[in-house]
């Protein structure tokens, strides 16, 4: 089975500060991709970074970062510098080779909440 | 990146009517077409996967005889509420993606929300 966990519903971090989003993953396929989304209050899901289950480099994009540790099945998301637009839910989804990669799995999701 | 929209954003209906939900793809073919359904503070749930010019594959517990969708074409997918009542009452999304091999070619439409009174 393909399963998704994120065990914080909520957090707070003060503008400009570094916040780490935490993700595990469980599945038996080899091949897979680790997804970060935010979806703030209007709905729209933003892409935010990708991890392939093959790539050696964490990603980067921007201020974000995913901190891949493929032993642990973990892949959480860092966000540096912290900023009030950043307020939002932030979900961590997999998808895997089963279903030729189109079936998301989400977890619970995160709601940030970046203090001024 | 490429651009998915969704018709209406919003819609009110009555108990017992359809609605009937759009998702395009604006400049690029959408192989396969998902909907998802998310409630208040909840995750996003897969309803079904459809594939243009195929019959829709439904997720477990989602039933196709009230959540119609057609993928009539590369760029459009509906989804029909049928019947309509209360707890349908949700935020439904939808994400295209086309025939690519990019992973990250997946992507999602602004939602539609959809309160039944």
């Known amino acids: 089975a393909q399963k998704i966990t994120q065990t914080q519903p909520g957090m707070f971090v003060q503008e400009k500060e570094a916040v780490t989003l935490d993700c595990t993953y469980d599945?038996?396929?080899?091949?897979?991709?680790l997804f970060w989304y935010k979806q703030p209050s209007s709905g729209e899901m933003i892409f935010l970074i990708y991890?392939?289950?093959?790539?050696?480099q964490n990603a980067t994009e921007g201020r974000y970062s995913l901190n891949f540790q493929k032993a642990r099945k973990s892949a959480n998301l860092v966000i540096s510098a912290s900023q009030l637009g950043d307020s939002a839910m932030y979900f961590c989804?997999?998808?895997?080779?089963?279903?030729?990669?189109?079936?998301?799995?989400f977890g619970s999701g995160t709601k940030l909440n970046v203090k001024p | 990146g490429a651009v998915v929209s969704q018709h209406p954003s919003w819609v009110i209906c009555k108990s017992g009517t359809s609605v009937k939900i759009e998702c395009r793809s604006l400049?690029?073919?959408?192989?396969?077409m998902f909907w998802y359904r998310q409630f208040p503070k909840q995750s996003l749930m897969l309803m079904a996967t459809?594939?243009?010019?195929?019959?829709?594959?439904?997720e477990q517990g989602v039933e196709k005889d009230k959540f119609l969708i057609n993928h009539a074409s590369l760029t459009l997918s509906t989804l029909t509420v049928t019947s309509a009542h209360p707890e349908d009452s949700s935020f439904y999304i939808c994400?295209?993606?086309?025939?690519?091999?990019?992973?990250?070619?997946?992507?999602f439409g602004p939602g539609t929300r959809l309160t039944v009174t």
């Open positions: 994400s295209a993606r086309g025939g690519g091999g990019t992973p990250t070619e997946q992507y």
């Open positions: 599945t038996s396929d080899q091949s897979y991709g």
């Open positions: 991890q392939g289950s093959y790539d050696e």
């Open positions: 989804a997999m998808r895997t080779r089963l279903y030729n990669f189109n079936k998301f799995y």
């Open positions: 400049d690029f073919q959408a192989t396969t």
């Open positions: 459809s594939n243009e010019g195929s019959k829709a594959t439904y």
